[in-house]
């Protein structure tokens, strides 16, 4: 047990508070100079949230392994829970209470889409890897979460479970040729993913084509989002000086735009410093996909890895223009528990895979 | 089972997982790329941006200066006023608030409704004008009130008044919001809101009255509510102007100017020119032009027919009938033509061509001197002499005497009136000057037109011994010296003894006017306003009949004080005041003894 306390990745775990620091001081910032009411909950949250990963990389990972399907279809009741309470209760949400905790299941879901894949290329043979009934499982594990997101209706964390399925069975190994059929497929289903968007989205997307077509509606988000950025320049503005932040010309400064609000106050080193941060964490999750011995490591490790480099670039491209607004918060920076306990507990997991690396078979362990 | 050690698949699984990681490095290297442009290529575009996002600037009006007497006395100046608004985050029932206001100050019905319809469009800490320019005593009621009153809001103004209402309203004129035309006037540059002066001392003296306007930097926020004050420029008060009016003097006047329908009388300093006082009736008051709603008073000031805004002092042309006759006597001597024993016989009348000529008095004055026809205004004297000088000679003095001028003195829209010649004539009528016209002219009536002001500038002249006395408004600190006309030193000194005696002597037109007080020289002047017909004229009485107001003759008298050393000059005119001796020559004498008062 000490000995695995000792062999813990202490590199990964310096980077998740330093980025998970930058953050606070982001939403201190964002709150005109005060704790209250994000930064505080965002530093407990951090603190509860290592402590459980560290647990989750404590754990044997047999365990993990084992329990890879029964964690997807968990989360996969939550998620559909979420769907039902959408259809009978109240109207549509993506929050769901359990055990008092207002939690986001779509988040969540990505984390055992990430398990349940990388059990199913553990258990595995390569050679069975070619055949196209092999595909199906993967494709329906990728399919049921993304439909209901889709009907949420959550554009963004849709996309990204797109994607981050798309990046995980490239990883896997499978053929090239279905890989590329795998997107035809995507990008031909995207009129009919178009016909479920609400108005508010469709706006989003057209907004994004367009910005300075309608500065005050639908474009003044990305405008005053570029505005804050733009006018931080090398060096920014300052620490608490950001004038878009504090006039509110920012939206939703404290979540998905928080990346704007340091890029205004810290200039382009410290946007350039953040990107190279999480630059830094997601190699070293790759780091130790390739150190490991199996399979299910090696999935594991590049699958979160992936999801939280779907994460940091589709909310930098949505802020700085390069990409429609699609609400997707900046991980372990923008204030928000789920989207943090997904990150952290994922990464948790990464590290029992390190932990674990050298073994070949999990089920001995 | 759950072995995975085939070498095949790990070195796939590693070509795969190198291929991913460049995938995502060059995603970074495209989401720097675009950071890079925004940050450091597009920096300034966005800085400016952000600036124009944050900070508004805010124009700070000047305060306009102020218009004081020769005697310190203000006569225009700004007093504080109060604009009440109301915040609709501020109170729970706008309604509310706004009955309770009603109590205090009417607020009316459909003002009420536009508030309500406003409240629901304007962000709700916006302000809304509820009631403008609200007084002291008004303020004070709503200030005990404010527990009940919700939301309002009160802010101060400035409000242009002035301190005695018609009493100099020509002269100062009044400020107003300023047109389309005057909006492009350099002074109000980025005031489009500024009141500016729209007649007299307030319109010629805007660029001095106005001041500087100051600027204050504010930032606001992204619903337009201001943060804090960045930078404040205050404005500068704007200079204040000292006229040479006299007060007491110009009410005094304009008390003596009440029982005539309209009228003017001047009052100037010979020594310097300063005018002393310049009114004229019927006047307005400026007050009620500056206080909203002003829609009824403007129109009856617009529909009353003996036009109020007209300041006669200077716009008001009339014949100087008689007051003219000491240029043509200056004329005649300085021109050889009489001298003191010159003696003409007015049996009432003379004849030229096919017309006759009448003296005023019907049936003649006898053998006259020119000192006599001065100080009994007999006609046929001047009719006789001017058809020797002839009409150029006569208009060239009175040019001289500041007659058909118009003077460098800040006051819009003078009336430059004629002094008719033969060259006058043919360039305006194209015809040629008949004798008699002379005549006609020699004794005021005819071409000859005057306003007040020139008047008494061309009394001032005679009175000081042909300086060429130059009117002034403006009260200046230096001495003014006036250079003397030496050509008429003689022909004065005799026109300024019969002047004494047209005042101070029996049969003097002005005796029954006469100052033991103040004693005073002057000339009176009956102007006709029409001909008289032989009917009329053969009955015996025409001149007592009561005639229509309109038709009657217009009253003049221009005299002096004191006769020795003379100080003041002054021109009464009075719009068909019947005659000069009977109703402008009192007003004179009393205008020079309440001036005389005054001194002591």
New interface residues.
């Given amino acids: 047990m000490l000995n695995k306390i000792r062999n813990l990745n202490y590199l990964l775990i310096f980077l998740v508070i330093l980025i998970s620091f930058i953050g606070a001081a982001g939403l201190y910032s964002a709150a005109g100079g005060s704790y209250n009411p994000w930064a505080s909950r965002h530093l407990i949250r951090l603190a509860l949230f290592i402590i459980l990963a560290f647990i989750l990389a404590l754990i044997n990972i047999k365990f993990i392994y084992q329990f890879a399907y029964v964690f997807f279809i968990l989360s996969l009741l939550l998620l559909l829970s979420v769907e039902l309470i959408g259809v009978f209760g109240k109207g549509a949400t993506r929050w769901i209470n359990v055990f008092g905790f207002s939690i986001q299941p779509s988040e969540l879901i990505k984390i055992t889409i990430i398990l349940a894949l990388a059990r199913f290329y553990h258990d595995l043979k390569f050679d069975e890897i070619k055949r196209i009934k092999n595909l199906f499982f993967p494709i329906l594990i990728l399919f049921l979460p993304f439909a209901l997101v889709v009907m949420q209706p959550d554009l963004g964390t849709a996309l990204s479970i797109a994607m981050l399925g798309i990046l995980i069975l490239f990883a896997s190994g499978i053929r090239i040729w279905k890989f590329v059929l795998g997107i035809f497929v995507l990008i031909f289903s995207i009129p009919i993913l178009l016909n479920y968007l609400q108005p508010y989205q469709k706006d989003r997307i057209f907004s994004f084509l367009n910005p300075e077509a309608d500065a005050l509606g639908r474009g003044y988000q990305l405008i005053q989002s570029k505005i804050a950025l733009g006018s931080g320049g090398l060096t920014g503005k300052g620490f608490l000086e950001g004038s878009q932040s504090y006039l509110q010309y920012l939206p939703e400064k404290q979540t998905d735009f928080i990346f704007t609000l340091i890029g205004e106050e810290f200039g382009f080193i410290g946007t350039m410093f953040i990107i190279l941060l999480f630059l830094l964490l997601i190699s070293v999750c790759f780091y130790i996909s390739i150190k490991s011995n199996h399979i299910f490591g090696r999935i594991l490790s590049i699958g979160v890895g992936s999801n939280l480099f779907i994460y940091v670039i589709m909310n930098i491209s949505m802020v700085s223009g390069l990409m429609p607004v699609v609400g997707i918060p900046l991980p372990l920076v923008s204030y928000g528990g789920s989207a943090m306990l997904a990150i952290i507990i994922s990464l948790g997991l990464v590290l029992n895979a390190e932990l674990n690396g050298n073994l070949k078979k999990i089920h001995n362990a | ?6 070498k ?2 790990y070195s ?3 070509r ?2 190198f ?3 460049l995938l ?2 060059s ?2 290297s ?3 790329w ?3 442009n ?3 290529k ?2 300034q ?3 400016t ?2 600036k124009n ?2 900070i508004d600037v805010e124009i700070i009006y000047p305060l306009r200066g102020k218009i004081y007497d020769t005697n310190n006395k203000v006569l225009a100046s700004n007093i504080k006023v109060f604009d009440v608004y109301i915040i609709p985050e501020n109170t729970k029932n706008i309604n509310k608030s706004l009955n309770e206001l009603n109590q205090i100050i009417k607020i009316n019905f459909s003002d009420r409704r536009k508030i309500l319809e406003l409240s629901k469009k304007v962000k709700k800490f916006q302000k809304i004008k509820v009631l403008e320019n609200i007084n002291w005593s008004q303020l004070e009621k709503i200030e005990s009130n404010k527990l009940n009153i919700e939301g309002i809001f009160i802010t101060q103004d400035y409000m242009r008044t002035y301190q005695f209402d018609n009493t100099v309203s020509h002269l100062i004129g009044y400020t107003n919001k300023p047109n389309r035309e005057e909006v492009e006037l350099p002074f109000i540059s980025n005031m489009p809101n500024l009141e500016i002066g729209k007649d007299g001392i307030e319109k010629s003296f805007n660029p001095n009255l106005i001041g500087k306007s100051g600027q204050r930097e504010i ?5 337009g509510r201001v ?1 804090r004050e960045i930078s404040r420029q205050d404005s500068q008060k704007g200079n204040d102007i000292q006229i040479t009016i006299d007060l007491r003097i110009q009410q005094y006047a304009l008390n003596l100017l009440k029982e005539h329908k309209a009228g003017s009388v001047v009052l100037m300093d010979i020594n310097n020119g300063n005018i002393l006082c310049m009114a004229s009736t019927p006047s307005y008051n400026p007050n009620k032009i500056i206080q909203k709603p002003n829609k009824e008073y403007w129109d009856s000031i617009l529909e009353n027919e003996l036009s109020p805004l007209t300041y006669r002092s200077i716009q008001g042309l009339y014949a100087p009938g008689s007051t003219f006759k000491m240029i043509v006597a200056i004329a005649g001597i300085i021109h050889g033509i009489i001298d003191t024993n010159t003696k003409h016989f007015c049996n009432g009348k003379i004849g030229l061509g096919d017309r006759l000529y009448h003296c005023w008095k019907n049936n003649g004055h006898g053998s006259m001197n020119v000192s006599d026809a001065i100080k009994e205004s007999c006609d046929v004297f001047f009719y006789e002499i001017s058809k020797k000088i002839g009409i150029d000679k006569i208009s060239k003095v009175a040019e001289d005497f500041g007659l058909g001028k118009i003077y460098d003195i800040p006051l819009p829209n003078q009336k430059k009136g004629i002094v008719p010649s033969q060259d006058w004539k043919k360039k305006k009528y194209d015809e040629s000057w008949y004798p008699g016209e002379t005549l006609i002219s020699a004794i005021g009536q005819g071409f000859v037109l005057t306003n007040p002001l020139q008047l008494a500038v061309m009394t001032s002249i005679i009175a000081s011994n042909g300086k060429n006395v130059k009117p002034n408004i403006i009260k200046q600190n230096n001495e003014i010296e006036f250079e003397k006309l030496e050509k008429y030193q003689n022909a004065i000194q005799i026109i300024k003894r019969s002047m004494f005696k047209v005042v101070n002597e029996t049969k003097g037109t002005a005796y029954n006017s006469r100052s033991v007080s103040a004693p005073f020289a002057g000339k009176t002047g009956t102007s006709q306003v029409r001909r008289i017909t032989v009917a009329e004229r053969e009955s015996e009485d025409f001149r007592k009949k009561e005639v229509e107001w309109k038709k009657r003759d217009h009253a003049l008298f221009v005299g002096y004080m004191p006769v020795e050393n003379p100080r003041y000059a002054v021109s009464v005119v009075i719009e068909h005041g019947g005659s000069g001796a009977s109703t402008a020559a009192p007003i004179a004498k009393e205008i020079f003894q309440f001036t005389k008062n005054l001194e002591i």
Avoid: A
């Fill in positions: 089972m759950f072995y995975s050690e085939d095949k698949q796939v699984l590693n795969r997982t291929l991913l990681y995502k490095v995603f970074f495209i989401v720097g675009r950071l890079y925004i940050q450091i597009d920096s575009k966005y800085k941006l952000s996002n944050q930032e606001v926020n992204s619903y943060i």
